[in-house]
């Protein structure tokens, strides 16, 4: 139609609208599995909120400052939420499509890979943020917060920064369908709890094992949790909070290149060894 | 130039068990602008991965695809810009409605909403399609309907070139004479070249200027109808196109469509 006349910026532009547009009508589409995730997130993180006034019954609880430690289980219970959320929405690009039996119809179209993910990546982030937002008034209600102290403008950079890492992150793990379509889905699961084992969402990092802890220093998670914790709970501002934004800052310029990387090996070889045809 | 050219087009699969299967065997053929070209074949004979490797979502083994003179696997994101297909199954956005379903399609494509708009309910007119039912969820609508959709959505991008991978399969009657009867008009009123895939005789014979017919990867033959049922003619008669089909794959129209992948 008219598309051929516009200058290639804008067509990309109309098209990233249109990835967000698509996943917002999908999203009103399964309402009810909306109001459900929305339920379990909250419970969830209530829940694990309440192990910390559980901690109050316990011997040698006096030396417990049991008001700072809900306040930081619900933190971790948060921002793992908003997350892995993002790693999740961005790992299923393929697989979802997939199931629709889309994949191909996207894969033809003329917009760029980078389009295409980057209206995904959008998506989650504003979806994270909405999802998030809500559980966290829930729980304000809920319980008595100590964040007297909080620089939330701090949190929320080190969130912002954190999030395009885990956006370069979910591309990588949304290359998995692509090597394997039976497969690769289960591998992004694995990388999900890893990543939920590491990072030091519910306890800090010194708990684990040596080798865990190695691990930790590769996940974008560890960073944005001490950040937000530190912003949150002891209201350090953004100078301070360079130690967590650096090494933010280093994985969202190594992990977005790679991962649109890695993604166009893995559509060559999907395209090579015919396997974007549609399964399941 | 050509809408469309292949030189020498290979493919082949590995399966699970190492076994190699040869699904493009030195295909060549071309399609000249505002020409509709069909490919008659069983199914497991190439036609998919022939309409695959066109719209670039499988890469040759070797051989050259030209779409408009542009190499499509050097510069695919060029050639897909002036292409759209159809497939035999109408893949959409199930929970999604017609409406929303073409709205991102054109999308995809750089059309905005505002654009589109007057322009799918100029298309959905055409195809007899009522526009009421265009927010309903595209599971709630028939397999014709959903593929009279599918064909609005390419439509909707104004392709230069159509792909069109046995639209009309698994179609009751009438929804069968719908599609093919827009895919007629496409035919008349757009300045689009057109491949078809089929093995539909009366739909490659009405339709098309010129037939081919596919059988394991080659392209047997490619000329006009009449040219091609005379090639395949015993005994000085004229063979049906369901004759010569037989005659030159070895297959019936029934085994045609039966026969798995």
Same mark, same amino acid.
Do not use: W
């Given at each position: 139609m008219h598309n051929r006349l516009k200058p290639r910026w804008l067509v990309e532009m109309i098209a990233v609208w249109g990835y967000v547009q698509r996943n917002y009508f999908l999203t009103k589409r399964y309402f009810m599995w909306e109001v459900v995730w929305l339920t379990f997130t909250t419970v969830n993180a209530m829940s694990i909120t309440f192990i910390g006034a559980g901690a109050?019954?316990?011997?040698?609880? &006096?030396?417990?400052n049991i008001q700072e430690y809900m306040t930081f289980l619900l933190i971790g219970a948060l921002i793992w939420s908003y997350l892995s959320m993002i790693f999740d929405i961005l790992s299923e690009t393929v697989q979802w499509e997939r199931w629709e039996g889309t994949i191909e119809y996207t894969f033809m179209s003329p917009t760029s890979r980078v389009t295409h993910l980057l209206g995904m990546g959008v998506y989650a982030v504003v979806y994270g943020i909405i999802r998030t937002a809500i559980v966290l008034g829930v729980a304000m209600l809920a319980f008595d917060l100590?964040?007297? &102290?909080?620089?939330y403008w701090a949190a929320l950079v080190v969130l912002a920064v954190c999030s395009i890492s885990l956006v370069g992150f979910g591309v990588v793990a949304a290359v998995m369908p692509l090597l394997s379509p039976e497969k690769g889905q289960q591998v992004t699961y694995i990388v999900s709890a890893l990543l939920l084992l590491v990072s030091?969402?519910?306890?800090?990092?010194?708990?684990?094992p040596e080798w865990m802890q190695v691990m930790a220093q590769f996940s974008p998670v560890t960073y944005a949790l001490e950040g937000s914790r530190a912003a949150l709970l002891?209201?350090?501002g953004l100078s301070q909070l360079w130690g967590s934004i650096w090494p933010l800052l280093v994985m969202g310029v190594v992990f977005v290149p790679m991962g649109l990387f890695v993604f166009h090996l893995g559509e060559n070889y999907a395209k090579r060894t015919g396997k974007l045809k549609r399964s399941g | 130039m050509k809408a469309l050219e292949l030189r020498e087009v290979e493919k082949s699969f590995k399966k699970r068990r190492g076994e190699v299967v040869?699904?493009?065997?030195s295909v060549s053929l071309s399609v000249g602008k505002g020409e509709v070209v069909g490919i008659l074949g069983p199914n497991g004979s190439g036609k998919s991965t022939l309409v695959r490797v066109i719209s670039t979502l499988v890469l040759p083994d070797s051989g050259e695809v030209e779409v408009f003179g542009i190499d499509a696997t050097r510069h695919p994101k060029q050639v897909q810009r002036s292409m759209n297909r159809v497939s035999v199954e109408a893949s959409f956005? /199930? /929970?999604?409605s017609a409406m929303e379903n073409l709205l991102y399609g054109a999308k995809l494509y750089g059309v905005t909403s505002a654009e589109a708009r007057p322009r799918i309910k100029e298309i959905l007119d055409n195809i007899g399609?009522?526009? /009421?039912?265009?927010?309903?969820?595209?599971?709630?609508?028939?397999r014709g309907m959903q593929q009279k959709i599918a064909l609005a959505r390419a439509l909707l991008t104004s392709p230069v070139l159509m792909l069109l991978d046995?639209?009309?399969?698994?179609?009751?009657p009438r929804s069968k004479k719908d599609v093919q009867a827009f895919i007629r008009r496409i035919r008349d009123a757009h300045d689009s070249s057109i491949l078809l895939c089929t093995h539909d005789m009366g739909e490659a014979e009405e339709l098309c200027d010129r037939v081919g017919i596919m059988m394991d990867g080659k392209i047997l033959a490619l000329e006009e109808a009449e040219e091609l049922k005379r090639r395949y003619a015993e005994n000085g008669s004229v063979p049906t196109m369901e004759e010569t089909f037989m005659a030159a794959t070895g297959y019936s129209v029934e085994e045609a469509s039966a026969e798995g992948d």
């Open positions: 109050a019954q316990r011997p040698g609880a &006096e030396a417990i100590d964040l007297s &102290e909080a620089n030091g969402v519910y306890y800090p990092i010194k708990v684990l002891g209201g350090v | 040869c699904a493009l065997d956005f /199930k /929970k999604l399609f009522a526009q /009421k039912r265009a927010t309903e969820p595209m599971e709630h609508l028939s046995e639209p009309t399969t698994g179609l009751d």
